[in-house]
């Protein structure tokens, strides 16, 4: 069915990313040398050794998410992805659902990003200088500051100056596994797995999540780009499996090269790794982290605000974040998302250990991103089964292998987040799952609380238009495209 109004939505985002932005925002969000930075302390100190195969599990949920994220993005481009799609498929209750989780998600994902750029930037100008409290704050304002740079200036200043950090860590990377393989013999460590931590293997895995996600931000980069319904979801897939090539290469020699004992709870895994690869100039592993950092603190913004923005053109949230300015961007969400992410840093620093911070947060942001992946597995599952069809030479036939692929990964994904219950408060403490259930419980709150939306803005053609949510369902389209 055809929408009933052919205007152009209001505050509809600039169309102006091609396939090769695209993709350099999926890898790049994914910030693999970050990423290893900011959690691989963490995980070796849940899960030592099986770290490594702990990642392994939770990436094939994820692979087969990104095939998914492609099918979705196909019929329904929209800059607010996983929440849309539960809405034109599961219903608007369910979308409220998906929306208050997918906040969570990416919110919990900021902070975590700001303190270690902070950090590492006061390490790298100052190296044997032990930063106050009002030195980090003052640098992380300045990167809470620098990300609104790009971010104001629209999608496609970003994924420009986004692919100038990719290169930087690209080729930083190259380099780090050249050396690290050149030193193997002089530096190399015993492995000893030993019997293998179930609990600390789960909570492992969930926080993984938070370095196996990134790639799927060209979904919600959907509605500025170029070709909506062809070119988003094939940069998330190679966004996913590069990320998880990167760690297959790169854990395996940083665990083998460094003891379990120095790696495990430290602030940043690589410096350690770097102090026994290079010796004497151990700094330099901060400038490709921190240019990996940078790009992962705007990238995971771009994320979250492209989310409020739709939520807001919609009024599921405050409407102000659905306006955008004379560029074409959502300024005010760009501004309230940063601003919000440094206050929470800012708390952070002032009244908490890093320590608890890390592990508290980190572990609530991976399960929300487990849980956000969850639902649009599920969302997947049901539209292939119940919804879509595709007719090839006039045969009508279903995709079999997606809907497996979309069932597994739900269920793996649910699996996850059984065991996260269940083993968390033993790895992290028991107060992560009373923050995770009132969390939860905020989010059903949300569902029944907020204003009632009708509006639900869909692509035809090209273009972005309003669809009253009484025609959804007769709206889908489930030929294949």
Do not use: C
């Not at 979904?219 to 909506?228: M, T």
């Not at 700094?283 to 950092?293: D, H």
């Not at 923050?435 to 989010?443: K, N, T, Y």
């Amino acid at each position: 069915m055809v929408p009933k109004t052919q205007n152009k939505a209001p505050n509809a985002l600039k169309q102006n990313l091609k396939m090769a932005d695209l993709v350099a925002l999926s890898v790049s969000s994914v910030g693999p040398l970050f990423s290893i930075a900011a959690t691989g302390g963490v995980m070796a100190a849940n899960a030592g050794l099986w770290t490594i195969p702990s990642i392994g599990l939770i990436a094939i949920p994820f692979i087969l998410a990104s095939f998914i994220f492609r099918l979705l993005n196909r019929h329904f481009p929209h800059a607010g992805a996983s929440y849309h799609w539960s809405a034109r498929v599961l219903g608007i209750k369910a979308s409220r659902f998906q929306a208050w989780v997918l906040i969570l998600a990416y919110f919990a994902s900021i902070p975590p990003i700001i303190i270690p750029a902070a950090n590492y930037t006061l390490n790298l100008i100052f190296p044997s200088y032990h930063p106050s409290t009002f030195a980090e704050i003052i640098a992380a304002m300045f990167w809470s500051g620098f990300a609104l740079i790009p971010l104001l200036r629209g999608s496609r200043p970003t994924a420009k100056l986004t692919q100038i950090f990719l290169a930087v860590e690209i080729l930083s990377v190259l380099a780090i596994v050249i050396l690290a393989i050149s030193r193997w013999h002089a530096i190399s460590v015993p492995m000893h797995f030993g019997k293998p931590p179930i609990g600390g293997m789960i909570v492992t895995a969930v926080v993984a999540a938070t370095i196996l996600d990134g790639w799927e931000i060209d979904s919600y980069a959907s509605e500025e780009s170029v070709n909506p319904k062809g070119d988003p979801g094939l940069g998330g897939i190679v966004g996913a499996l590069l990320a998880l090539g990167f760690y297959a290469v790169m854990y395996p020699l940083m665990f083998g090269e460094t003891p379990l004992g120095l790696l495990s709870g430290a602030a940043n895994p690589m410096s350690v790794w770097a102090q026994r690869l290079l010796p004497h100039a151990s700094f330099l592993m901060l400038i490709p982290v921190l240019a990996s950092t940078a790009g992962g603190l705007w990238l995971t913004s771009f994320i979250l605000i492209r989310a409020l923005h739709a939520m807001g053109r919609e009024g599921l949230v405050f409407r102000a974040f659905g306006q955008v300015n004379n560029r074409g961007i959502p300024g005010i969400a760009t501004i309230a998302t940063l601003g919000a992410a440094f206050a929470v840093t800012l708390l952070q620093s002032l009244f908490s250990t890093l320590s608890s911070f890390f592990g508290l947060v980190l572990s609530t942001a991976g399960f929300f991103l487990v849980t956000e992946f969850f639902l649009d597995s599920v969302t997947a599952s049901v539209f292939l089964f119940r919804m879509h069809t595709s007719r090839v030479d006039g045969v009508s036939h279903r995709h079999r292998v997606l809907l497996a692929g979309s069932v597994i990964s739900a269920l793996t994904f649910l699996m996850f987040m059984i065991g996260f219950f269940i083993f968390g408060p033993r790895a992290i403490g028991g107060s992560v799952d009373y923050v995770v259930g009132i969390l939860i419980a905020m989010g059903i709150a949300f569902v029944f609380l907020v204003k009632r939306h009708t509006v639900i803005y869909m692509f035809h053609g090209n273009a972005a238009v309003p669809q009253i949510e009484d025609e959804l369902i007769d709206a889908v389209d489930v030929t294949e495209i």
